[in-house]
């Protein structure tokens, strides 16, 4: 009874996205506009066309380091703008509503003993003053009540915006770029954390890392999936 009127007296805000009176970041219009990522093969999250179910090609001829991606949304709008939002302009308060959206995805995932966000390299640190993927994985820790850990796994070498890149390349380019930090090895399950998936050439590097340190079993959970370029 005490929930339901709390709800009714709630203050009205503001939708995120439109601006109309709404209880709550997102009214449901908007909500039902987000870009889902319906089909997508569950280890890389590549976007699949129609029905298609399954792996992907490039996960059946060469599987990457990671297990499996949970990735909710295509990099279109305006979840794209909400990430550039949080990447370019320091908007964290993006960051925490990309953080809430992602969570209220993986909820009835699997539960993972540890959360990772993708480091950035101190020089890109410096830049940026923050780590996007950070402050994606601080809202999912706080919603989901899994730990995470900011220091363990550390990028010691920097490479290229994935956009500039083919896969192939970015593949090359990624070879040793992170390292496992921490004087214990990583729990038996853990979930890397970051915004977009591009070519999975990041992701790979940190899960072959993850896994040459001890892990078993290594998730994707990020925001946004693009379609991967050959």
Request: hydrophobic letters at 40%.
């Amino acid at each position: 009874m005490w929930s339901r009127l709390n709800q009714l007296f709630q203050p009205l805000a503001r939708c995120r996205l439109c601006g109309a009176a709404h209880r709550g970041e997102l009214c449901e219009p908007c909500r039902a506009e987000l870009p889902a990522l319906a089909t997508a093969c569950p280890q890389c999250a590549q976007p699949l066309e129609g029905t298609q179910a399954g792996l992907c090609g490039q996960c059946l001829a060469h599987p990457p380091s990671f297990d499996a991606a949970r990735v909710p949304f295509r990099y279109a709008p305006p979840v794209d703008r909400l990430i550039a939002g949080l990447k370019f302009h320091e908007r964290l308060s993006d960051g925490r509503l990309l953080g809430s959206l992602l969570a209220e995805a993986i909820a009835a995932a699997p539960r993972v003993d540890l959360l990772l966000p993708i480091p950035l390299h101190r020089q890109r640190l410096r830049e940026r003053g923050f780590n996007q993927a950070a402050e994606l994985a601080r809202t999912v820790s706080s919603t989901t009540g899994i730990p995470v850990d900011y220091d363990a796994l550390a990028r010691v070498r920097a490479g290229s915006p994935q956009h500039q890149a083919r896969r192939r390349e970015r593949l090359r380019q990624m070879r040793g770029a992170f390292t496992w930090q921490d004087r214990q090895r990583p729990p038996a399950r853990v979930a890397l954390i970051d915004d977009v998936v591009t070519t999975g050439a990041t992701a790979d590097a940190a899960a072959r890392c993850l896994k040459r340190a001890g892990a078993e079993w290594v998730e994707v959970w990020a925001v946004a999936r693009t379609p991967m370029k050959r």
